[in-house]
Each structure stands twice: as C-alpha cells, then as structure tokens.
T-cell receptor, first 113, second 113 residues
Framework: DAMVIQNPRYQVTQFGKPVTLSCSQTLNHNVMYWYQQKSSQAPKLLFHYYDKDFNNEADTPDNFQSRRPNTSFCFLDIRSPGLGDTAMYLC????????????FGPGTRLTVL | GEDVEQSLFLSVREGDSSVINCTYTDSSSTYLYWYKQEPGAGLQLLTYIFSNMDMKQDQRLTVLLNKKDKHLSLRIADTQTGDSAIYFCAESPPGAGSYQLTFGKGTKLSVIP
C-alpha cells in the first residue's frame, strides 16, 4: 500500500505558467519535506513542515512556495517556473524528530518548456 | 561543512557481490542511510545504521560502518539485474538546526547478465 503519494507523476508546463504539485501521506507523520532533484544530482531540500511550522532552506528561491492544509497533505507551488526548474520533485515524510527515517514518494517529474 | 562522497559508477556481473562505498565528514552523524532509486522513480529506503553500530545485515544487504575513517559501505550479495539502480548514501547530522539529510551524488550500479 502506498504510504507517500504524489500527483501527478509527470507534469509539463510552460515557462512562467504557475504549477502545483501535490503530496499526501497515510503515515500520520509530523514532518513533510519537499526535495528538488535535477538530472544526475543528489536530492536538494527545498523546505519542510513540522506540523504547521514552515521551515525554508536558506537557498530556496522565492519562486517556490508550499502549503500544508492538514497533516495528510502538502503542496508545492511554483509561481513562475523557469527552464531551470525542470527536475524531479520528491516529497518525503518522517515521524517527528531529527534523525527519524525519511520515507519518500515516487516523485513528480516536472518539465518546463 | 558536511560532504558525502561516493564513486559515480559500479559495474558487476549477475551473481557477484557488489560493494558500494561512501565517505562522510560529519563524525557526529547519528544515522547513516542507503536509498535506492530506480529510473524515473522516487527514493526507496534500503537500510540504515545507527552510529554506535559497526555492522548491520538484512537478507542480501550488509552495511559496514567504520567511524574512525568515516567510511560506510553497502554490500549486495548475489547481485541481480533488478538491483540495477542508483544508490544514495545519506547522513543525518544531530543537533539544532536543519532536518536536512545530506546525500551523496549517488552510485549508478549496472548489473551485467
């Protein structure tokens, strides 16, 4: 049974056209994360939520926003996608504290044309 | 700063053992992880080791940790074609601040039938 679900699995958007990626979890975990993974690179953390507390990484562009309306769902909004935002976007969850194992979803592959 | 390094490629014959190596720099890391990523997919947690352990075995997987040398390895016994994937080493440093996992760039394992 899927525990971290991401929709859509593939998304194509035009330069500058806003896009929203969705993540849901059935694990009832407190922490949810969004990572960006460009081709042949390691995943890079964009931000995470501890419950409703939002934590932005220092080098995450302002173009990237996130919402977590409830425990189960978290959204990644890209307000004005650029060509350089073409990447795999990975959602992950962990139970609570630092060091807890992170469980990843299957990812959304975003292509910006 | 933190840095996790892995060799980029490994090629083995089906049935042989694979050994994927990783070095890390933060000696205070609490947990060290191995994730597997198949083409176009998310990250699958394979195994992890707590920093007070030297070895962990789970079916075909053996993780060895040498804290003195900050070296982590993943051995896959009887490697199968389904093991072909990219393997990421990751560390979870303790302490205040980020929840970020620090990933290596990944080792691409190719299994030759």
């Amino acid at each position: 049974d899927a525990m971290v679900i991401q929709n859509p699995r593939y998304q194509v958007t035009q330069f500058g056209k806003p896009v929203t990626l969705s993540c849901s979890q059935t694990l009832n975990h407190n922490v949810m994360y969004w990572y960006q993974q460009k081709s042949s690179q390691a995943p890079k953390l964009l931000f995470h939520y501890y419950d409703k507390d939002f934590n932005n990484e220092a080098d995450t562009p302002d173009n990237f926003q996130s919402r977590r309306p409830n425990t189960s769902f978290c959204f990644l909004d890209i307000r004005s996608p650029g060509l350089g935002d073409t990447a795999m976007y990975l959602c992950a969850t962990s139970r609570a504290s630092r060091g807890d194992t992170q469980y990843f979803g299957p990812g959304t592959r975003l292509t910006v044309l | 700063g933190e840095d996790v390094e892995q060799s980029l490629f490994l090629s083995v014959r089906e049935g042989d053992s694979s050994v994927i190596n990783c070095t890390y720099t933060d000696s205070s890391s609490t947990y060290l992880y191995w994730y597997k990523q198949e083409p176009g997919a998310g990250l699958q947690l394979l195994t992890y080791i707590f920093s007070n352990m030297d070895m962990k075995q789970d079916q075909r997987l053996t993780v060895l940790l040498n804290k003195k040398d900050k070296h982590l390895s993943l051995r896959i016994a009887d490697t199968q074609t389904g093991d072909s994937a990219i393997y990421f080493c990751a560390e979870s440093p303790p302490g205040a601040g980020s929840y970020q996992l620090t990933f290596g760039k990944g080792t691409k394992l190719s299994v030759i039938p």
